[in-house]
């Protein structure tokens, strides 16, 4: 079965940097795109960043030029590298990998960044 398991939000002031990991278990199937998804208090979810197998990258216009997604295939990983982070970042963030015959999502890591 199928497990994602993200780490690193927290807390952080604005202009400061916070780096997200979202790590797949229990399939050696390939993944095709990883992304990462964010969802503030009383929005619709939004797609942040998406690296697709063959790396190539697509970036939600508020977050281009600040935000890096990469991935780490061996270790069926995803990163998502914040820098210049801006109160309106707040948010919980979600992975979600395409592992061709379904989407999985990850349980969601709040990141808050205060004024």
């Known amino acids: 079965q199928v497990q994602l398991v993200e780490s690193g939000g927290g807390l952080v002031q604005a202009g400061g940097s916070l780096r997200l990991s979202c790590a797949a278990s229990?399939?050696?199937?390939?993944?095709?795109?990883m992304g990462w998804y964010r969802q503030a208090p009383g929005k619709q979810r939004e797609l942040v960043a998406v690296?697709?197998?063959?790396?190539?990258?697509y970036y939600g216009d508020s977050v281009k030029g600040r935000f890096t997604v990469s991935r780490e295939n061996v270790k069926n990983t995803v990163y998502l590298q914040m820098n210049s982070l801006k109160p309106e970042d707040t948010a919980v963030y979600y992975c979600?990998?395409?592992?061709?015959?379904?989407?999985?999502w990850g349980q969601g890591t709040q990141v808050t960044v205060s004024s």
């Open positions: 979600k990998l395409d592992f061709g015959w379904r989407d999985y």
């Open positions: 229990g399939s050696d199937d390939i993944i095709r795109d």
């Open positions: 690296i697709a197998g063959s790396g190539r990258t």
